[in-house]
């Protein structure tokens, strides 16, 4: 058994002490050997400071482990985290932005959304002549059936995000439950709030996707109930 070297010095002093006691009890006794005066009560006092010496210093080194513990601990809590999903949800999130740009016909893009309106939804697209309705008409149907197309696309992107998106909560909730200090766990919540911004990435290009497909859709439904007025009104006046 591997005992402490404190414990087994204080072992020494204590039957060091024991046999002394009943001579110090009973009075004074000196002896010489050679001319040299023994004197037990000042052995026993000398012996008696060096156990309180020894205390300090086993004081001192209990102080100096608390301390190497704490600058341990500290350095602990100032460790990086040795992963990171950074680039895997933005190469997520470049992904689902690359399909929307994508979108046929009719863009993400206030200006272009006002120009196709203008020239075939409404005005003057819809009083215009016999071939250019019919023209307008097969326009609509192809930024409906294209918008819906897009929506698909979107919605298979983001589907084929989850894989990597399960993934990434698995490695990151394993890193937070392992970590070894401060830093570590805050680096690996930061990195699960990332992964919830990706996912509401998604989950708004889902919806613009396929809002864009039914707006497109109803537009056209508008469209070709105010051209079929406009027939009916043509029609009647001929007649």
């Known amino acids: 058994m591997n005992i402490p070297m404190r414990w087994r010095v204080a072992t020494a002093v204590s039957f060091a002490i024991v046999p002394l006691a009943g001579t110090i009890l009973a009075g004074p006794a000196y002896a010489q050997f050679g001319g040299i005066v023994y004197d037990p009560t000042n052995y026993a006092q000398n012996v008696m400071t060096a156990a309180r010496s020894l205390e300090q210093i086993n004081n001192q080194i ?6 190497a513990t704490s600058l341990i601990n500290e350095a602990r809590n100032l460790t990086s985290l040795p992963i990171s999903t950074i680039e895997t949800l933005q190469s997520q999130v470049d992904q689902t932005r690359q399909l929307l740009s994508e979108a046929q016909r009719i863009a993400y893009d206030v200006t272009d959304v006002q120009q196709v309106f203008n020239g075939r939804y409404k005005g003057a697209a819809l009083t215009a002549g016999q071939n250019q309705m019919v023209a307008n008409a097969n326009a609509r149907w192809q930024d409906s059936v294209g918008a819906f197309e897009d929506a698909m696309k979107v919605q298979s992107g983001i589907v084929g995000n989850l894989g990597a998106t399960r993934s990434s909560i698995t490695t990151l909730v394993g890193a937070s ?9 805050a680096q690996a919540g930061n990195q699960l709030l990332a992964l919830q911004t990706q996912q509401l990435a998604d989950l708004t290009a889902a919806i613009a996707a396929q809002g864009r497909a039914q707006s497109l859709e109803s537009a ?14 043509r029609f009647r006046t001929r007649n």
Request: no cysteine.
């Open 62 to 67: 209990q102080q100096l482990q608390n301390q």
């Open 177 to 185: 439950q392992s970590a070894t200090g401060a830093l570590q766990a």
């Open 220 to 233: 056209r439904n508008a469209a070709t109930e105010a051209e079929g007025r406009e027939r009916f009104r």
